[in-house]
């Protein structure tokens, strides 16, 4: 009696967490580390209202910086539909003063996806238009399903893409594959989109509608082993380097390496690699070294000068 009580009342508060246009779970067992943001906005194919962005820009506070969340899965809950973009019937009741500035929350929104410190990936089983496609670009990857249409399609109305879109696409894609989509509002289907690099991995989709979810979920899996602040710091590194020419880029490598040097993790995954086991990592440092500005501790214990444009984007 005690345990079906139980059912109904987890069944029943599973119901109501359906029923919000946006909800986070954070998954369990062999899963857990893995927080899985859910568009579910049927009556608007997930468009961007005022609110739905309020609850993003929530979660992602939330999320930033929990140690615990280490991959971060964005889905639809809304059959053959990802999202959207803008909300336009809201948009079209805005008086012209505000449209700047929701188009402006909307690109800090996204931006704020962009910096999130463990990776991200967008699991895309349906369309994604727009803003839409535009917060799939601020992920780390996108997997997608055979049944995708994908687009910036702003230019159509008249527009530009406003939320990013601009400059990520042509970082993903390159600067005329980026122009022919923009200028044309083409919209792609999943084999044109791995083509060109828009998607990371293309899978079949299921009967469940699913599949690019599940598949995001198997690749997190892939990233779950590995020591969580070094993946952290691989990311800022990578995402920092390429916005500078490579030698830059090299010392900016050489200052986020110094700072796994005093964890726990590295120590454990030197231990685990003799004793011939699985490291078990907890993200842990050992106590905070603080460098003098501009110095960057060296893998033999020396240290180099760090310029003054590096030591900003290193927290250093």
Request: aromatic share 6%; charged share 25%.
């Amino acid at each position: 009696c005690f345990s079906r009580c139980v059912q109904r009342c987890f069944s029943s508060a599973r119901s109501e967490i359906l029923k919000d246009e946006f909800y986070v779970e954070r998954l369990s067992g062999d899963q857990q580390g893995i927080a899985v943001f859910t568009l579910n906005r049927p009556e608007a194919k997930n468009a961007f209202s005022k609110s739905l962005c309020s609850k993003v820009r929530q979660s992602i506070e939330d999320v930033k910086h929990d140690k615990s969340v280490r991959v971060v899965i964005l889905r639809s809950a809304v059959p053959k539909v990802f999202c959207a973009g803008a909300d336009l019937k809201e948009r079209l009741r805005m008086p012209p003063e505000e449209v700047g500035p929701f188009v402006s929350g909307l690109r800090s929104m996204l931006t704020g996806v962009a910096a999130l410190p463990m990776p991200t990936i967008a699991a895309l089983d349906g369309a994604a238009l727009g803003g839409g496609l535009e917060i799939a670009l601020a992920c780390d990857f996108r997997l997608a399903a055979s049944n995708v249409k994908l687009g910036l399609v702003e230019t159509r109305l008249a527009i530009i893409p406003g939320a990013g879109g601009t400059q990520r696409l042509t970082r993903i894609v390159g600067i005329a594959q980026a122009k022919r989509l923009i200028f044309s509002a083409k919209i792609v289907d999943g084999q044109e989109a791995a083509k060109i690099g828009l998607v990371e991995e293309l899978v079949d989709q299921n009967a469940e509608g699913d599949a690019a979810y599940h598949a995001a979920v198997a690749f997190a899996e892939q990233i779950l082993p590995q020591g969580p602040l070094a993946v952290r710091l691989a990311k800022a590194a990578i995402n920092t380097g390429i916005e500078t020419e490579i030698a830059t880029g090299l010392m900016l490598e050489e200052a986020y390496y110094a700072q796994v040097i005093p964890t726990k993790d590295r120590m454990e995954g030197l231990k685990a690699f003799t004793e011939k086991r699985k490291p078990v990592y907890t993200g842990e440092s050992f106590k905070f070294i603080r460098f003098s500005p501009g110095l960057s501790l060296l893998t033999n214990g020396g240290f180099a000068s760090i310029p003054q444009c590096c030591r900003k984007k290193c927290q250093l």
